[in-house]
């Protein structure tokens, strides 16, 4: 058994671990021992069904130290006049250039693939090798990062909670591009984000949406994609902090807080006549939403019990089932809900959410917050875990932490020009463009404002 010894032992190269790695790199002489039980890193990009994109701008995702895209304002498609967000082999190409061209040319990053963490304590920490079964025993002189706590829950390796008999089409959205014979009618199965890029994919193709069946519980609330957009449409982004800040400070509970948010025109629901009960920080486009309304076909069940050659049980009663029907699995959680816990630990950090979403501008912040030598507390109070449990009665939790946070973030002498500049904040750009009218109104509100939203939203919390 060999051992190897490093300064921070980093479980997970996703974009959650390449974001820590990167940043902890740039800013401090620490080495890293990186490992993942997949060959590569880039996490569930990896596996993602191919017609997957983010749902943020590429402008602002990835590392710190190296652009994802052109920054393009697209032309055509449901993103047309919005940033250019990359596809699962732009991001996948991607981490496998961080790694190879920016982190291991360091000479203090090492990475282990095909490496599946087994556990440790003080005397070290055991990584099996999945390729020949060799063990490394790792002892890091610093912290262990877990960056596999928030992992992606995805279709491909996911198994549904229910029966399907042999021989229907169940497939995950990665099986629609392999399809040998043309489908009757597709059912997608599912209320989040893959089912939303399933459909509009299947729509986008010329499936006839009287073609597509789909079975969805809970609806989501989301943001409206117009106002994620960052560099010279930063006004955009501002405008929905501002609205955000203004639906803090009044909000009674988590409901309140979305339809506030949805009065200003920054959340969207797909159905009118239905209440969103969950939220997970995704986002729609426009364009995307006048498409999804066009299926009309549309059966509320939360739960799907089985799937049998002519009928499809859930929990609101029997639907009418073909043979020639695919059945699309678009029920993996993708964020799971996670329950909170300090960021900074003694001998751990575990990289979560200290944002309303933009994992790796979390992640990097908690790399670039470690790196300050603060002690824990110090790193606590600046880091507040946001969790996603996706319910939407939750918002006020969540953007109560978010809220404090950034707030303590801004005010740090050192974490606070970091985070200005970060080519993963959405906001960079913003000082830039304080000619801009949204830009300048959002700023003044916000100031104005914060205090008020966060004593309201600490008593929301509360209650
Ligand atoms: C379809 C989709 C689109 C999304 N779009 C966005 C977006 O636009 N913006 C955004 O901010 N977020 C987005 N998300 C959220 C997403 O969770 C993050 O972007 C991010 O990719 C997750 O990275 P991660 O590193 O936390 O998890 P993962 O990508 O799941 O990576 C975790 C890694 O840990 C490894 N691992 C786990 N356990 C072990 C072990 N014991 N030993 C060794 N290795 C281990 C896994 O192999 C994996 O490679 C999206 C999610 C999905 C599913």
Redesign the pocket.
Known sequence: MREVETDYLV?????????FADTLVAHTEAEIVL????HR??????D??PF?????PSAY?GVESRPLGNDRIEEHGPNAGFYE?ASAAE?CDYYARVLDESLLPTGRVRFLGM????GGDGDGHL?LSLLDGSETVIKPKRKVVD????????PSRHVPGFTVERGIAFVPPNGLVDLAEPADRFTVIGAG??AI?TCVWLLDQGVDPDRIRWIRGRDPWQFDRTYTQPLDLVGSYMRLQARWVEAAAAAEDGHDFARRLEETGMFVRIDSSVEPQAFR???VSPRELDALRTIEHVVRARRVRSIGRTSVTTEAGDLPGSPREIYVDCT?A??PPAAARPVFAPDRIT?QYVAV???????ATIGFVESTGLDDEDKNRLCPPVVFSGDATDLPRLAYAAMQGQVARVRHDAVGPWNAASRLNPARAALDHIDDADVAESLAFMIEHTREALENLGRAAAA
């Open positions: 479980i997970g190269a996703g974009a959650s671990g390449m974001a490992v993942d039980r997949r890193p880039g996490g569930h990009w990896l993602a069904y997957v994109r983010l749902h943020q995702y967000r991001i490496s599946e963490y087994r990584v960056a596999t706590y928030v992992q992606s829950e995805i984000k893959t890029d920080g995704a986002t993996a993708g964020v990289i979403g933009f994992l790796p501008w979390c992640a």
